[in-house]
């Protein structure tokens, strides 16, 4: 078990830029979600994958995110034509069943200039 | 949809010192779960609490989940330094959404 890795670490970019974050869930697990992390507030729910299956989108994700799970393992997450209020820490998390905790990754901080 | 509050935002403790931090669900949820993160770290999993009234014990570390399965607690003794950090209970309404409280950020003096 090697834990949920998430890549970046940091991530540093200019307004109106894409941008694309990586997440490799825990091997076994089928069940991975998105977090959004501000400063002083805890993870906001984005969106929720069982398998390559994306189940649940939140209202927080417009339309300039998209995240895909293609093959059931990994998943991207990405953020066109980003702003300044796309600043935060995205978090990613993996667990199995039902019933079982999730487990974080470090996140990904974005910073937008 | 679901809010879950926690109170207080932030907690200051003097070691040795106890204190208790709460949270409440707008909704009654399926369980409730305990995450700790540390100055810079991610979220940690701590606990999770399914039935109505349940209490569980980790060390120093007691969680309770209210009857109505709508509020709980966390209950720390004897506050250590290595108990920095941010506390935060998430609630499960469904099957798999999690929704996460502020977080009560404690500091320890020593």
């Known amino acids: 078990d090697t834990g949920v890795s998430q890549d970046p670490r940091h991530k540093i970019t200019k307004r109106g830029q894409n941008v694309t974050f990586r997440c490799d869930p825990i091997?076994?697990?089928?069940?991975l979600y998105w977090y959004r992390q501000t400063l002083g507030q805890g993870p906001e729910f984005l969106t929720y994958f069982q398998n390559e299956a994306q189940l649940e989108k939140s209202r927080l994700l417009s339309d300039r995110f998209s995240a895909e799970r293609p093959k059931g393992s990994f998943s991207t997450l990405e953020i066109q034509r980003t702003e300044q209020g796309d600043s935060a820490m995205y978090l990613c998390?993996?667990?199995?069943?039902?019933?079982?905790?999730?487990?974080f990754g470090d996140g990904t901080r974005l910073s937008i200039l | 949809g679901q809010q879950v509050m926690q109170i207080p935002q932030y907690q200051h403790v003097q070691e040795g010192e106890d204190f208790t931090t709460y949270c409440n669900s707008s909704?009654?949820?399926?369980?409730i779960q305990w995450y700790k993160q540390r100055p810079g770290g991610h979220p940690v999993f701590l606990i999770q609490l399914v039935k109505s009234g349940e209490v569980k014990k980790q060390k120093r570390l007691t969680f309770q989940f209210g009857e109505a399965k709508k509020n709980s607690s966390l209950h720390i003794t004897a506050t250590q330094t290595t108990d920095v950090g941010t506390y935060f209970c998430?609630?499960?309404?469904?099957?798999?959404?999690?929704?996460f409280g502020a977080g009560t950020t404690v500091t320890v003096r020593a």
């Open positions: 998430a609630g499960l309404a469904n099957d798999y959404k999690l929704s």
């Open positions: 091997s076994e697990h089928n069940r």
């Open positions: 909704t009654t949820l399926s369980n």
């Open positions: 998390a993996s667990r199995g069943d039902s019933n079982q905790p999730q487990h």
